[in-house]
């Protein structure tokens, strides 16, 4: 059984215990993972205030940060495969998909290297003619950075790189489910050649979260996760107040028109909802087809569904894995009944796979007049689809933004006017065209409502990392005239 540490200070560690991480295709633990309590969060803690001030980390140029995150990328690029591996073991996510998100998780470390240097301030044209006034961006401080275990190398790129860029430390803390990967990173961060103290990677339950997020010395909380979690979250921020940032979860709508390209809309559909085994926050888990197409959209869409090659994770033939977790498979099949229950229609699967380990079919639920159906509100974070048909354009704006997400949305017409027209009126962060899934270093990833605050990506991400500094600057010779009297 393999075994993964705790990287505090620059040094691997066992944590304050141990528990073992499961094999998704299996169901049986693989490895054992250390598990860190309030007393290695708070030398974590500890370990990145200092290197935040030390002059290691604090004088060196933004150039020079830069540089250290450009071999960064270099690393995972050259350690992707074996990354790969490990994600796929430990979370189940199908190898075909590891192995090219996790390559291309370097190039945001990239992206981010290159802000390094381009975060600048500015000059005030004051209403005073004796002031000079200009403002600084300065790093934020000592961020806690906690993701998921989904995707969690990209996740945790688009934290660890824009504050890295900025001069922030970080305490990131992975999932107590599934942390290999992040565990993994950490020695590859470790040859990067940063200082020590400057990025520590710890893993845990409620426990470390808590004393994380509340830790007096924690100055940001960047958070991927639920939106209940996200609530502990903030409650907790109260105690240091830390400002944060928060990327949480979806119930995206995937709009289809009827003039749109059908076959082009049930491919990208499919990948909206089954890629991944629907394990994303901007999964297209309602599936809004105009009336008149209904019919054959679902025909189609049910036809690829039942085509979907299920296998094991580690075969590059495989196009949908098993869940993560069995607690992910009870909660489907709970919706799922919930859902039938009240009046929904199952097209096809519906069931877990009579197999070892976390295996569930791929879903389509027709909930078309079942509005109350649990699986239209409810984040599944598995390979299920809600469908509902509109009649007109207004229809499907109100069934779209009928929900307290607002992550992702995809919208499927020929007509570019309407598109337009939809792009301003469906409230999410995301917008997709005509395609659905994608994502870039350059791009702001992020939502509003019940999906959080904040974005991830671009520029405005280094900037989340910083804080304005007002400098005055007094050019005058002359004595301060009366010292009563605010200038």
């Known amino acids: 059984m393999q075994v993964f540490q705790q990287y505090i200070d620059g040094v691997f560690s066992d944590g304050t215990a141990q528990f073992a991480s499961l094999d998704p295709a299996t169901g049986k633990p693989w490895a054992r993972m250390a598990e860190a309590g309030a007393e290695d969060v708070n030398r974590a803690v500890e370990a990145a205030s200092e290197a935040f001030f030390?002059?290691?980390?604090?004088?060196?140029?933004?150039?020079?940060?830069?540089?250290?995150?450009?071999?960064?990328?270099?690393?995972?690029?050259?350690?992707?495969?074996?990354?790969?591996?490990?994600?796929t073991r430990d979370t189940g996510k199908i190898i075909r998909e590891t192995s090219a998100q996790i390559a291309y998780v370097a190039e945001y470390f990239r992206y981010f290297a290159g802000l390094a240097d381009k975060i600048e301030?500015?000059?005030?044209?004051?209403?005073k003619p004796d002031m000079e006034v200009w403002l600084r961006r300065e790093p934020v401080g000592v961020v806690a950075a906690i993701v998921p275990w989904n995707s969690q190398l990209f996740l945790s790129a688009v934290k660890i790189g824009p504050a890295l860029a900025a001069g922030c430390t970080v305490v990131l803390k992975a999932s107590e489910e599934a942390p290999a990967p992040m565990l993994e990173f950490a020695r590859i961060f470790d040859l990067a050649g940063f200082p020590k103290g400057v990025l520590n990677v710890i893993t845990g339950g409620p426990e470390a979260g808590a004393a994380l997020t509340s830790h007096a010395k924690v100055d940001h909380v960047a958070f991927t996760g639920g939106p209940e979690t996200a609530r502990h979250i903030v409650r907790n921020s109260a105690e240091n107040l830390a400002s944060t940032s928060l990327e949480l979860g979806g119930k995206s709508p995937f709009i289809v028109f009827e003039d749109a390209d059908i076959e082009s809309a049930v491919n990208a559909q499919v990948s909206g909802i089954f890629a991944?085994?629907?394990?994303?926050?901007?999964?297209?888990?309602?599936?809004?087809?105009?009336?008149?197409?209904?019919?054959?959209?679902?025909?189609r869409l049910k036809e690829k569904a039942e085509a979907v090659v299920i296998g094991s994770p580690d075969d590059m033939a495989t196009e949908v894995g098993p869940l993560c977790t069995l607690r992910q498979r009870?909660?489907?099949?709970?919706?799922?009944?919930?859902?039938?229950?009240?009046?929904?229609r199952l097209v096809t699967g519906g069931k877990a796979l009579d197999r070892e380990g976390f295996y569930f079919a791929p879903t389509i639920l027709d909930c078309s007049g079942v509005p109350e159906a649990p699986s239209l509100n409810n984040e599944f974070f598995g390979p299920v689809l809600s469908v509902v048909s509109f009649k007109d354009e207004a229809e499907a704006v109100r069934i779209a933004n009928d929900t307290e997400f607002g992550l992702a949305s995809g919208v499927?017409?020929?007509?570019?006017?309407?598109?337009?027209?939809?792009?301003?009126?469906?409230?999410?962060?995301?917008v997709w065209v005509n395609t659905y899934r994608a994502v870039s270093p350059i791009a702001p990833f992020g939502g509003h409502g019940l999906s959080g605050h904040g974005r991830e990506g671009g520029l405005q991400a280094a900037l989340d990392?910083?804080?304005?500094?007002?400098?005055?600057?007094?050019?005058?010779?002359?004595?301060?005239?009366?010292p009563f009297v605010m200038r």
């Open 465 to 482: 990392y910083t804080k304005i500094k007002t400098v005055w600057l007094r050019t005058s010779d002359d004595p301060i005239p009366d």
């Open 121 to 127: 301030g500015a000059h005030l044209p004051i209403d």
């Open 276 to 299: 991944a085994t629907g394990q994303s926050c901007v999964a297209g888990s309602r599936l809004l087809v105009q009336a008149s197409i209904k019919d054959e959209f679902l025909a």
């Open 412 to 430: 499927f017409t020929q007509n570019l006017t309407r598109a337009h027209r939809m792009i301003r009126k469906i409230r999410s962060g995301i």
């Open 54 to 87: 030390a002059p290691e980390w604090a004088d060196m140029t933004a150039t020079a940060r830069g540089k250290l995150l450009l071999r960064l990328a270099d690393l995972i690029a050259e350690n992707a495969p074996r990354l790969a591996e490990i994600e």
């Open 330 to 344: 009870e909660l489907a099949l709970d919706l799922i009944a919930r859902s039938v229950e009240v009046g929904a």
